[in-house]
C-alpha cells in the first residue's frame, strides 16, 4: 500500500528559530494535509493542500504540495513554546468511496524557550 | 471548526472484559467515521472505516469480531473492544467527515485504553 517517510523524526529548536519538515511518498496523492497532536489529543489540521505546485500560508505555517505530487514540506516561522507538538503530514486520495488518509510517522518538535 | 467528540476519554479494564467507546459529532452530520489506533510514538493507523446505516469496512489486519464497530446514527458511532486483552493498550481515536469535502476529516481528542 502506499507509504509517506516523513522527516525529520525530531527536532530540537531554539524559540524564535525557523522550521521545516517534509514528506515523501512513492506514489501520488490528490491532497496533502499536515495535522498537529499535542500529547494526549487527537489531530488537529492546519493546512489543506489541493493542487501540485500549490503553496498556502496559515499565520507563521507555510505549506507546499510538491509539483510531482508525491511530495509536501512545512515551514513554521519563528517559532514559540506552543509550537511543540508532533505534525503528521497525511496524503489522501479520493478514489472509491472511502477517501483514505495515510499518515506519515510525524515529527516530533521540542522548543526550547 | 465542526467537534467530534469522545467517550470515555480514558478507561483502564481488567482483561477478558469488553469496552464501549463513543464518538459523536456534536455539531454536523457524519456521513464516515474512520477508528484509528495510535501506540506511544507511532503514527496513526487506520483500523476501520463505517458510514452510517451500513456495515464498517476493516483494514487488513484488524480483527472485525474483536472490534465491534456501530455507526448507527448520523451523529455517533461505536467501537467495542471485546474480550480486551494487555496488548490491546492503545490511543483510540475517532474521525468524522460530513457529506462534503474529503479533506473535512475532524478528529475527537481520543480515548486511552489500558487492559490489565
Known amino acids: 500500500g502506499q507509504q509517506l517517510n516523513q522527516s525529520p523524526q525530531s527536532m530540537f529548536i531554539q524559540e524564535g528559530e525557523d522550521v521545516s519538515m517534509n514528506c515523501t511518498s512513492s506514489?501520488?496523492?490528490?491532497?496533502w494535509l499536515w495535522y498537529k497532536q499535542d500529547p494526549g489529543e487527537g489531530p488537529v489540521l492546519l493546512i489543506a493542500l489541493y493542487k501540485a505546485g500549490e503553496l498556502t500560508s496559515n499565520g507563521r505555517l507555510t505549506a507546499q504540495f510538491g509539483i510531482t505530487r508525491k511530495d509536501s514540506f512545512l515551514n513554521i516561522s519563528a517559532s514559540i513554546p506552543s509550537d511543540v507538538g508532533i505534525y503528521f503530514c497525511a496524503g489522501l486520495n479520493y478514489g472509491g468511496s472511502q477517501g483514505n488518509l495515510i499518515f506519515g510517522k510525524g515529527t516530533k518538535l521540542s522548543v526550547k524557550p | 471548526g465542526a467537534v467530534v467528540s469522545q467517550h470515555p476519554s480514558w478507561v483502564i479494564c481488567k482483561s477478558g472484559t469488553s469496552v464501549k467507546i463513543e464518538c459523536r459529532s456534536l455539531d454536523f452530520q457524519a456521513t464516515t467515521m474512520f477508528w484509528y489506533r495510535q501506540f506511544p510514538k507511532q503514527s496513526l493507523m487506520l483500523m476501520a472505516t463505517?458510514?452510517?446505516?451500513?456495515?464498517?469496512?476493516?483494514e487488513q489486519g484488524v480483527e472485525k469480531d474483536k472490534f465491534l464497530i456501530n455507526h448507527a446514527s448520523l451523529t455517533l458511532s461505536t467501537l467495542t473492544v471485546t474480550s480486551a486483552h494487555p496488548e490491546d493498550s492503545s490511543f483510540y481515536i475517532c474521525?468524522?467527515?460530513?457529506?462534503?469535502?474529503?479533506?473535512?476529516?475532524?478528529f475527537g481528542p481520543g480515548t486511552r485504553l489500558l487492559v490489565l
Open positions: 463505517s458510514n452510517e446505516g451500513s456495515k464498517a469496512t476493516y
Open positions: 474521525s468524522a467527515r460530513g457529506g462534503t469535502g474529503w479533506e473535512t476529516q475532524y
Open positions: 506514489s501520488i496523492f490528490n491532497t
